[in-house]
């Protein structure tokens, strides 16, 4: 599950596949890749319980509501949590884990420095 942005809206969705794609422009002379995700969205969270939480609870519902997204307004992972009753899903958010601060760590090894 992931937590993106569509225009200026925060949305929570279920990730299907990732996929790049390939656009041409007019003349199809020049190729451009772009990476993006065919995402499940979830409904905006609940006004209610999020206004009486002091915006910390987000309650969201499952739809059926499928968009292509590019993996750029990405923003974290989430965890979405079903409601006892199954009548939707708790976001719950890991503090540190967004997306914007994975990086790969360079290692250097020096093949002569054996022990």
């Given amino acids: 599950m992931i937590k993106f942005k569509l225009d200026d809206t925060v949305l929570f969705s279920e990730v299907i596949y990732f996929t790049r794609l390939i656009i041409r422009d007019h ?20 006004a209610v319980i999020l206004g009486a939480s002091y915006s910390t609870v987000p309650k969201c519902k499952a739809t059926d509501t499928i968009r292509v997204v590019e993996i750029g307004s990405i923003l974290s992972v989430v965890g979405m949590i079903p409601t006892d009753n199954g009548q939707g899903f708790f976001v719950v ?11 790969a760590g360079e290692e250097v090894i020096d093949i002569n420095d054996v022990d």
């Fill in 27 to 46: 003349d199809a002379e020049n190729m451009q890749f772009v990476n993006v995700a065919l995402v499940r969205v979830f409904s905006p969270p609940d």
């Fill in 93 to 103: 958010e890991k503090p540190g884990l967004s997306v914007s601060h994975f990086t």
